[in-house]
C-alpha cells in the first residue's frame, strides 16, 4: 500500500481532504519510517544499463534526475492532488515559477488572455513584460463583474487568468459562471487559489480547469520557504505541463517540498482556526475604521458569493483607514505585536501597506482603477489569541490618533 514506488491511489482518494493531508502521498521506504524521508539528491543509480535505457525510453517508470521526479517532491505532489481532488500535480519553486509555467506551456504568439485586474503584482508584471514580448496579449477586467469576462472574449482567447478572493480588495469572482463561459469558447481557467487552498474552497468543484498555488502562503504556513503548485487534469499536467517543467527547470527544490509536506499536515486545523482568528479580528476593525474588506463580514458586497464558494473565509483582510498614507503607517509604526511585512499565510499576523509595497510598482493611476487607496492596510491573521491581536490594534489606533 505505501512504499517506495508510490501509493495506492484507488485508497488515498477515498479519504476525506483532513485524512489526506496527513497521509496521502507518503511513500515509504525500506526502512519503514514514520515521517516522509528527505531525499537530498540530484541524481539516481541504476542496477543495470537496461534498467536505465527502459526509463529514458519512457517503459518503465523509476527516478532519473531530480529535475525530472524526485521522491520527496513526488510525494508532495500526491498530497497536494489528493487535496484538491485533482488527477494530478506538478510543484515548482515558487508560486510565481508556477503562474509562468502555467501560462509559458500553452501558450503561443497570437494568443490572448483576460485576466481578472486584482491580480497579484508579479502576474501582472508577467501579462506587461513577459507574454507582450512573445505577441500575446491580454484584456483586465474586473473579474467581479460576470458580464466584463464574455465582454472581453476575442477570437483568439486562449486562457481566463484570476484570483479569488483577490489581493489586497478580497474581490470574489463567480467560478461557476465564469467556468461555464469559458467552456462554451475552448478556454482554459487557470485560478490563483493561494488565499484559501484546497481546505477553504476547491476551485475544480466549480468547473475551473487548473489550480495555481503559491504554496509560500498557507501551506508552509510557517514563513520558511517558497515553493508553488499547479494542479489539473492527468492529460494537462504530464502531457503539456511536465514536458516544459523538466525542459525549463522551474522545479522545487526536495528539501523545500519537504517542509511543505509537513506543513501540510496542519493545514487544516490552521486554515479554520486563522479563518475564525480573522473573523473576530474583522468585526473588531469594523466598528473602528471608515472601512473593512472581508469576505465573511455581513458588510462585504460579495460575501452571499464568498459563502458559496469557501468553507471559511481565509486569514487575510483589508481595512481603510482615513486620513491616507500618513495616518496607514502610524498604525503600522504603533504596532507591537503584530509585525510589519508583506508576506501572508503565516502562522503569526502580519500587516502591510499595499500602496507603498506590493502593489508600488503600478502606479497611483493602476492603483486608483483597483480601489487601493493610501489609507489600505491589509492584514494576514495568525494562529496568536485574537484577543491580544485586538487590544494590539485598539493600541495603535488609539496612538496613531484614529
Ligand atoms: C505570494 C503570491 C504569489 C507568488 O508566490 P511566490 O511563492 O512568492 O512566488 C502569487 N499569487 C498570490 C495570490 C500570492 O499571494
Redesign the pocket.
Known amino acids: 500500500m505505501k512504499n517506495s514506488t508510490g501509493t495506492d491511489r484507488t485508497i488515498t482518494a477515498k479519504w476525506r481532504p483532513a485524512t489526506q493531508a496527513v497521509r496521502a502521498g507518503t511513500w515509504r521506504s525500506e526502512q519503514g519510517e514514520t515521517s516522509e524521508a528527505l531525499f537530498l539528491t540530484s541524481g539516481y543509480t541504476y542496477d543495470s544499463a537496461e534498467t536505465v535505457a527502459a526509463r529514458f525510453a519512457g517503459e518503465a517508470t523509476g527516478m532519473q534526475y531530480s529535475r525530472f521526479q524526485n521522491p520527496t517532491v513526488a510525494m508532495l505532489e500526491e498530497r497536494i492532488a489528493a487535496m484538491e481532488g485533482a488527477e494530478a500535480c506538478k510543484v515548482q519553486a515558487?508560486?510565481?515559477?508556477a503562474?509562468t509555467s502555467a501560462l509559458l506551456c500553452m501558450l503561443s504568439a497570437g494568443d490572448h488572455v483576460v485576466m481578472g485586474r486584482a491580480a497579484?503584482g508579479?502576474?501582472r508584471w508577467i501579462m506587461n513584460n513577459v507574454l507582450n514580448r512573445f505577441g500575446i496579449t491580454h484584456t483586465a477586467i474586473d473579474g467581479r463583474d460576470n458580464d466584463a469576462w464574455e465582454r472581453a472574449i476575442q477570437p483568439n482567447t486562449k486562457v481566463f487568468f484570476f484570483?479569488t478572493p483577490a489581493?489586497p480588495t478580497m474581490d470574489i469572482v463567480d467560478m461557476e459562471h465564469v467556468a461555464k463561459l469559458a467552456q462554451a469558447h475552448g478556454i482554459t481557467t487557470i485560478v490563483?487559489n493561494?488565499?484559501a487552498t484546497s481546505v477553504l474552497q476547491r476551485p475544480l468543484e466549480f468547473g475551473i480547469d487548473i489550480v495555481a498555488y503559491?504554496?509560500?502562503?498557507l501551506m508552509d504556513g510557517q514563513g520558511r520557504v517558497?515553493?508553488?503548485a499547479i494542479c489539473g487534469s492527468d492529460a494537462w499536467i504530464n502531457g503539456v505541463l511536465s514536458p516544459f517543467q523538466r525542459n525549463t527547470g522551474p522545479i522545487c527544490s526536495p528539501f523545500n517540498a519537504w517542509v511543505v509536506l509537513k506543513g501540510l499536515e496542519t493545514l487544516d486545523l490552521r486554515a479554520h482556526r486563522q479563518s475564525e482568528n480573522a473573523l473576530k479580528v474583522g468585526a473588531f476593525v469594523e466598528g473602528r475604521v471608515a472601512q473593512v474588506l472581508h469576505p465573511g463580514l455581513p458588510s462585504f458586497a460579495q460575501h452571499n458569493l464568498a459563502a458559496k464558494q469557501m468553507d471559511a473565509f481565509g486569514p487575510i483582510f483589508s481595512f481603510v483607514v482615513d486620513g491616507g498614507r500618513e495616518k496607514a503607517f502610524a498604525v503600522l509604526n504603533a504596532l507591537e505585536l503584530i509585525d510589519i511585512s508583506n508576506n501572508?499565510g503565516d502562522s503569526k499576523s502580519l500587516a502591510c501597506h499595499p500602496a507603498s509595497t506590493t502593489h508600488n510598482n503600478m502606479g497611483p493611476e493602476g492603483r486608483a482603477e483597483m480601489g487601493i487607496g493610501e489609507g489600505m492596510i491589509r492584514l494576514n491573521v495568525g494562529l496568536e489569541d485574537p484577543q491580544d491581536l485586538i487590544e494590539d490594534l485598539d493600541r495603535a489606533f488609539a496612538k496613531a490618533g484614529l
Open positions: 515558487s508560486g510565481m515559477a503562474m497579484f508579479s502576474c484570483e489581493n490563483d493561494a488565499f503559491s504554496a509560500t502562503k517558497l515553493a508553488g501572508i
